[in-house]
Every structure is written in structure tokens, then in C-alpha cells.
């Protein structure tokens, strides 16, 4: 996922022209039977979304339907480290804590997001690693970071998409000019050394369709996982985001599987950690719309939950009110992007009960 998309929606979406488009909200109707965390532990699993505690703070109907649906929650970008630190020597930890306390308070799992990534570090930050080329400036970072929550956050994404967008290896970053490519070794040596209890992950994107740059980017993905695990690096989970995409083709058994298998045989954990779908036909009827987002979820859902080392299932959101996917693409396409399990009046929508449906039978 890229971040200008991301923190674009730093306005709440408020008042843009992607909303006049939207469904108006109506009164909330919370969904009969289980919630989607009840029904992933039936299977011995878990569900959760990403979330920004000001959103969950300003709307009730969130905060009802996160308590609801979810046993792990993840910060949209509060604990990034441009967010945290946007200048040196300058701390922001106060959208991380309410989050943290908020799940402390509802007995909800954070999985902390991220400590490592390209595209959210700092100027300040990415000047002083190449310029002084010292592990120092990620040592400091872990430190306060990690160290402010202590075993309050369960998770880490220690690292976030190192993989170059083309698939060719690692991606070309200021860590990787800084350090090398052990920096990703390195980077989960310290954060296991500061929290010797929390699950670490490395987290990537671009795994799931069947096109050379996927396939270039699932070659390299498990090459690194095999030099992290040649090295004994302390790699608990591999974070899957699943940012489905529609115009994609279809998913195909014989991609996905044997991917998410060869991980699983190497000792690893797997989340599914960031899924949504992107729409890109904003003309169809909503029905067809929504069948077609619920169908590839079910469909996704349906391999990656065969392989016993997924362990959990985290949307990168509940409502297409706050997903980043109502970003400039959808806007230029003319329309609101419905990719997650919640309308913009935070009613359960077909993907729901794909998710549901799943998570149930898995």
C-alpha cells in the first residue's frame, strides 16, 4: 500500500466529492449471529482491522463495530516513524497511545505498524542513516518506540515492503543504501533483543494474481524469508496484505497456495494482514459491485485459509467511509470504492458475510 494514498485521507474524507457521491449513512444495524473474531476463533483463528483511535473516538458506531468484530487491532499510521518523530528530537506518541490504551481498555491485541518503512521515514531520518551510515539512528528508534509500549503491543511489523516494487530483489531505500541487505537481519535482531516475547513480522504487498511483476515479487519474497531463516534471524510471522485488485484477473489456486504453503514449511506464521479489495468498475449496479468484491474475498479466503499457518485475518479497515482506497485513482474512475465489510453507514455489506462465511468454515 502506498502511503501517499494512506495519508491522504488525514481529513477524514470530510465534505470531498467522494462522499457526496456516497450512499448516505443511515441508522446502524449491527449483523445477526457471531462477529467476525467469533467466528475466526471457532477455527482457532483470529480477525481484526485497521483503525485511527480520532475516528474510533469521534464516531460511536465505529467504536461499536470495532468492540464487536475484532481481537486484534493495527494503527493505521499513528506508530510510523514520521509520524512519531517528524523531526528529530520531536515525539508525537499521542494518537499511539489512545490507541494502545483503547485496546488495553477492550481487551483487544495491537499489532504495532510499522517500525521499518521506506515510506514513512522521516527526511530527517533517511539523511542521517546515509549520510553517517550508523545503526545508531534504527537503535534509538526501536528503543523508544518499542520500548514506550512495552508487551501492550502483541505484534510487530518490523519491516514493511522490502521488496522492490518490480520484484528484482530488495527495494532500493535508504535502509538498504545505509546498511546493505542485512539491514533487514539487523532490524529484527534488535527489535527481538527489546521485545523478546512480541511476534515479529516482516510485511509485503503484490503476492496474490498471476502476472510476471507478482511472480517476480513472490521469488524474491521467499528468497529473503530463506536467507532470514539461513541466518536465524528472529522472524515469528510473514504479514500477507491481500490488497485485492479486480482488475487483476481472476485468483488462481495454483498461485496462491503453493506461495502461502512453501512460507508455512519454513516455520513461519502467516497473517492475512491487510486486506480490501479495489473496485474498477464504478458503473455496474452496487448488487454487482458488492457480489463481485464478496466473491473475491471468498475466494482468496477460501485458499489462504487451507494452509494451516495462516493464523489470523486483519482488514485494512471496517468502512469504506475511512479506506484509503478512496483515493485519486477511484476518484478519477468516478466513484467510491466499496472494498471493505462495511458500507460508509457502517452496514454490513455481501464481503461481510464472505469474511463471516470463511472465517466460520475454516
Keep these: 500500500m502506498r502511503l501517499l494514498d494512506r495519508r491522504g485521507l488525514l481529513a477524514g474524507l470530510a465534505a470531498g ?53 475484532c481481537a486484534w487491532i493495527t494503527p493505521e499510521f499513528h506508530m510510523n516513524w514520521d509520524y512519531v518523530a ?30 521499518i518503512w521506506d ?3 522521516p527526511a530527517w531520518a533517511a539523511a542521517e542513516m546515509v549520510e553517517r551510515r550508523d545503526w545508531e539512528t534504527v537503535a534509538r528508534h526501536f528503543q523508544r518506540v518499542m520500548g514506550r509500549w512495552g508487551e501492550r503491543v502483541q505484534a510487530w511489523d518490523v519491516v514493511n515492503e522490502p521488496i522492490a516494487r518490480d520484484g528484482r530483489g530488495l527495494l532500493p531505500s535508504m535502509f538498504l543504501e545505509a546498511y546493505g541487505p542485512d539491514y533487514v537481519r539487523r532490524a529484527f535482531d534488535e527489535a527481538r533483543a527489546l521485545q523478546p516475547q512480541a511476534r515479529l513480522a516482516v510485511n509485503d504487498y503484490g503476492f496474490d494474481y498471476d502476472n510476471p511483476v507478482e ?31 479486480l482488475g487483476k484477473g481472476p485468483l488462481r489456486r495454483r498461485i496462491v497456495a503453493p506461495f502461502l504453503r512453501e512460507i508455512g514449511q519454513m516455520g513461519y506464521r502467516i497473517v492475512i494482514s491487510e486486506l480490501d479489495v479495489r473496485e ?20 482468496y479466503l477460501e485458499i489462504a485459509l487451507a494452509e494451516p499457518a495462516v493464523e489470523g485475518v486483519v482488514t485494512w479497515g471496517l468502512s469504506d467511509r475511512h479506506s484509503w482506497l478512496q483515493d485519486d485513482e477511484a476518484a478519477a474512475l468516478g466513484g467510491v470504492n466499496r472494498g471493505l465489510p462495511y458500507d460508509h453507514g457502517l452496514r454490513p455489506k455481501p464481503m461481510y458475510w464472505a469474511l463471516r462465511d470463511t472465517l466460520a468454515a475454516a
Design 17 to 69: 466529492p467522494l462522499l457526496l457521491a456516497a450512499p448516505r449513512p443511515g441508522a446502524q444495524a449491527l449483523p445477526n449471529g457471531p462477529s467476525l473474531a467469533a467466528a475466526a476463533a471457532r477455527g482457532g483463528r483470529y480477525f481484526g482491522a485497521a483503525a485511527r483511535i480520532d475516528q474510533i473516538r469521534a464516531e460511536r458506531a465505529l467504536r461499536r463495530t470495532v468492540l464487536r468484530d
Design 86 to 115: 517528524p523531526r528529530s528530537g520531536a515525539w508525537n506518541f499521542r494518537d499511539a497511545d489512545g490507541l494502545v490504551a483503547f485496546a488495553g481498555e477492550a481487551g483487544l491485541k495491537v499489532r504495532g505498524h510499522s517500525l
Design 280 to 299: 474498477r468498475d464504478f458503473t455496474l449496479p452496487l448488487v454487482e459491485r458488492d457480489r463481485r468484491v464478496a466473491d473475491e474475498v471468498r475466494a
Design 215 to 245: 511472480e517476480a515479487r513472490r521469488g524474491s519474497f521467499l528468497r529473503l524469508l530463506e536467507d532470514l531463516k539461513a541466518k536465524g534471524a528472529p522472524v515469528d510471522e510473514v504479514g500477507i496484505q491481500a490488497h485485492l485488485d
Design 119 to 121: 515510506q514513512s521515514t
